[in-house]
Nanobody, 125 residues
Framework: QVQLVESGGGLVQTGGSLRLSCAAS????????MGWFRQAPGKEREFVGF????????SYTDSVKGRFTISRDNAKNTVYLQMNSLKPEDTAVYYC??????????????????WGQGTQVTVSS
């Protein structure tokens, strides 16, 4: 098992940046593909992006492409979400998630087995 704890959320103005971190405890962090999701008030949790185990593959939802970057440091058991050019519509609770599945498809909440508690990101206009 792995336990996930997000940090780095906060209040930022439109156009600003934030970097979220997701620290994992437990063994074999490098055996998990990691994803980021977000959930705005009154909306379903949605896919933001994922990164493969060795960081050789990333994928993002269209609305964040070119603005958000996912990276990971397996030596530190941490995955990051760098968010630039933030917009009010990026306001949400952001969650990291992990899976040991090897399907290569990591776009849906059902693809993940482990979740963090979430961190709030608020972008003011």
């Amino acid at each position: 098992q792995v336990q996930l704890v997000e940090s780095g959320g906060g209040l930022v103005q439109t156009g600003g940046s934030l970097r979220l971190s997701c620290a994992a405890s437990g063994r074999s962090f490098s055996s998990y593909a990691m994803g980021w999701f977000r959930q705005a008030p009154g909306k379903e949790r949605e896919f933001v992006g994922f990164i493969s185990r060795s960081a050789d593959r990333t994928s993002y939802t269209d609305s964040v492409k070119g603005r958000f970057t996912i990276s990971r440091d397996n030596a530190k058991n941490t995955v990051y979400l760098q968010m630039n050019s933030l917009k009010p519509e990026d306001t949400a609770v952001y969650y990291c998630a992990g899976t040991r599945d090897y399907s290569g498809n990591y776009y849906d909440i059902r693809d993940y087995d482990y979740w963090g508690q979430g961190t709030q990101v608020t972008v003011s206009s």
